[in-house]
């Protein structure tokens, strides 16, 4: 009998790194193409469209986008921790997907009306239908996504999304420059998920066939419920705050919250979604020791820690200065939004990779348990706060109040989970967070001899200061966690051996 013996620990450290460099490179790559057209073009539409229009998008893909994202993401996550990737398996996912969207895109005809008639806003009667037909080429996506993951093809995905963004923007550019200006973030939506799905397919080599394993299907579904309903309910509190302040303050201010939080979101898809899409990826294997899975969750919590750490630290000290360069003087609300959003990313190493993490160890009554009790935390803190101001930066503190409860609630369960030290953890954050605060300390004190400059000025003397404060601490003061961390980052070149 032939076995193929484990990974050895510096086989799995060198696996998990090179699986992270390809990981945060094609992102990175991702990012400076797609995240930075988007960006732009977004806030290209900030001039040209009323805020309105973008709380009334909002407001219409608080369904939408469970499915657009996370019953996607989850039934991704269901086919990688099944490892059955046959034809029969993947013409199985199609088709049960399949009858699944067709049931939601009959609702959204259906329940538009309703959603208008709540929100005072009679133009999602049309908006939410509209947005409803965007979810047709999901199935055709989920079986090539899940080859892609499985083959660690970072690439691939990275490729899918720059192709995708860029057809999108084009479509709401020539969209918004038309007699129907109001439809372009429908129009973008429409055609990046379109193209999104034919790359994936031609990537992947796939089309849907004509097998069917019931079996699998009812298993599948039932794994992809599952999770769904888990990562659903977690990943749900921004949509709960746009419905709460749309309905207490109406859709301009749901429309400031969603141009922050779409700063926000371009840093974690940068920066955060790649170190969480491989806790699925890895621990779905399940081949680690658990001297390997506490060393997994201590390198993916360092290199979280390193890289966002003095990103949000930037958002939140420089959000009124990034305003005032990139967007309408109309928007000077966005500010302290975008600095709330800022301060919540913070939690970022400790909080953000709870879903994954729980997700990939199959712990996922657990999370939906914390899910539902997140709900009830930012929903409370939200109402609580609107009992005594109408302001909505202060509202969207509730997420700061609902990532401490966070904090409190998860991180014994990983802790023991992945058979990790509490000292253990607080190591590998701690530099980052202290070259975080005194990076934060430094632009702070500098700022008001600043405040004449044009404001693109301040943020570029700003950037250069904090980074070179925040970096210069760790390689100066924490050599052997940097030197830990670059490893994660660049492979070394083994030198050839003497003859």
């Not at 004190?445 to 404001?455: G, I, M, Q």
């Not at 000025?457 to 830990?484: C, E, N, P, Q």
Request: net charge positive.
């Amino acid at each position: 009998m032939n076995t193929t013996p484990p990974p050895s620990p510096d086989q799995h450290e060198e696996r998990l790194a090179g699986a992270f460099r390809s990981s945060m490179f094609w992102n990175i790559a991702n990012m400076g193409v797609s995240q930075v057209v988007t960006t732009a073009v977004f806030i290209y539409l900030t001039y040209k469209l009323d805020a309105a229009v973008f709380g009334i998008f909002a407001l219409g893909v608080v369904i939408i986008d469970y499915f657009y994202f996370q019953a996607r993401s989850a039934s991704i996550d269901a086919v990688l921790q099944r490892r059955q990737f046959d034809d029969e398996a993947l013409d199985s996912v199609f088709w049960s997907s399949s009858f699944v969207i067709i049931i939601v895109v009959i609702f959204c005809f259906f329940s538009g009306s309703a959603l208008a008639a709540s929100t005072d806003e009679p133009t999602l009667k049309y908006v939410l239908p509209a947005l409803g037909l965007t979810l047709l080429p999901v199935p055709f996506s989920l079986s090539p996504n899940a080859v892609l993951m499985r083959d660690h093809d970072f690439k691939g995905v990275a490729l899918r999304s720059i192709v995708a963004a860029l057809a999108g923007c084009t479509a709401a550019i020539i969209t918004v420059l038309s007699a129907f200006p109001e439809w372009a973030l429908v129009a973008q939506r429409s055609v990046n998920a379109i193209t999104s799905t034919v790359f994936l397919m031609l990537r992947a080599r796939w089309w849907p066939g004509l097998k069917l394993s019931k079996s699998y299907a009812k298993g599948y579904l039932l794994d992809t419920g599952r999770i769904f309903a888990a990562q659903g309910i977690a990943n749900s509190y921004m949509r709960i705050l746009d419905v709460i302040v749309g309905i207490a303050v109406g859709a301009a201010a749901v429309g400031y919250m969603r141009i922050a939080a779409r700063f926000v979101d371009a840093i974690y898809g940068a920066f955060a979604a790649p170190i969480g899409t491989l806790w699925v990826v890895l621990l779905s294997e399940g081949t680690q020791t658990k001297e390997q899975l506490s060393k997994m969750y201590l390198r993916l919590t360092q290199m979280s820690s390193l890289i966002c750490l003095p990103v949000f630290t930037g958002i939140a000290l420089t959000s009124a200065d990034l305003v005032e360069f990139a967007l309408d003087d109309d928007y000077a609300q966005v500010s302290p939004i975008l600095l709330v959003l800022g301060i919540a990313g913070l939690f970022a190493p400790i909080v953000y990779f709870r879903n994954a993490a729980l997700t990939a160890i199959k712990r996922l009554n657990l999370l939906l348990i914390y899910s539902i009790f997140d709900l009830f935390v930012v929903a409370g803190s939200a109402l609580a706060i609107m009992y005594f101001s109408a302001n909505v930066s202060l509202i969207v503190c509730s997420l700061i109040v609902a990532n401490a409860v966070r904090i409190v609630q998860t991180t014994p369960v990983l802790l023991k989970e992945m058979s990790t030290k509490l000292s253990s953890l607080i190591s590998c954050m701690l530099p980052a967070y202290i070259a975080a605060a005194i990076m934060g300390v430094v632009v702070f004190v500098l700022s008001p001899y600043l405040s004449d400059l044009p404001a693109g000025i301040r943020l570029m003397i700003k950037g250069v200061i904090g980074a070179a404060t925040y970096f210069g601490y760790l390689l100066v003061l924490h050599k052997d966690w940097s030197k830990t961390a670059i490893s994660m980052l660049w492979k070394r070149k083994t030198p050839a051996p003497a003859e």
